[in-house]
């Protein structure tokens, strides 16, 4: 089974300042057509998750474009460039290259 | 818009069974692969298992912790998606998610429906 292992799990940050969340795998997400199958999504409380990203880098649609997401292989990134209030959640990566799996979840708050 | 709205939570005893309902609207459901997953009481997200298309066969998997015991169906004319849960665990409890899935992932999500396993 494929893991997915995040960091940070808590992340404080200052309101305008960037935040930074890491996602590793276990092993390759490239999928035997190319493509590399990682997301990320957005949980705030009392919600269903939100996906933002999928295929590393692309943006679901009405997602901020201060959303970012990067990263091959096995090491993906997901940046918010500048937080806002409404950004407070938990945010999962998830690989879909083999089956499904999601990482442990990151704790977004406000500093 | 994309609806998706599960329903059949409930409380069932250990070792009962269960089966959850997603109603599916705004887009064709019968191209679409679908998703369940679950989140158990302040933990994280854990898929459940999975149904592809029927033009792609139909077919369905499931992570080792449900296989055997989990089984999910579609009905197309319905725009239906099915979770029959069976032999449940106090570790099933969780709220469960309908999802249709694109590009790899949990595109939509439902509001979510709770199971809780307990005597």
Known sequence: DVVMTQSPLSLPVTLGQPASISCRSSQSLVYSDGNTYLNWFQQRPGQSPRRLIYKVSNRDSGVPDRFSGSGSDTDFTLKISSVEAEDVGVYYCMQGTHWYTFGQGTKLEIK | ?119
């Open chain 2, 1 to 119: 818009e994309v609806q998706l709205v599960e329903s059949g939570g409930g409380l069932v005893k250990p070792g009962g069974s269960l089966r959850l309902s997603c109603a599916a609207s705004g887009f064709t459901f019968t191209n679409a692969w679908m998703s369940w997953v679950r989140q158990a009481p302040g933990k994280g997200l854990e898929w459940v298992g999975r149904i592809t298309s029927k033009t792609d066969g139909g077919t369905t998997e499931y992570p080792a912790p449900v296989k055997g015991r989990f089984s999910i169906s579609r009905d197309d004319s319905k725009n239906t998606l099915y979770l029959q849960m069976n032999s449940l665990k106090t570790e099933d409890t969780a709220v469960y998610y309908c999802t249709r899935d694109n590009y790899g992932g949990s595109q939509h999500w439902g509001q979510g429906t709770l199971v809780t396993v307990s005597s």
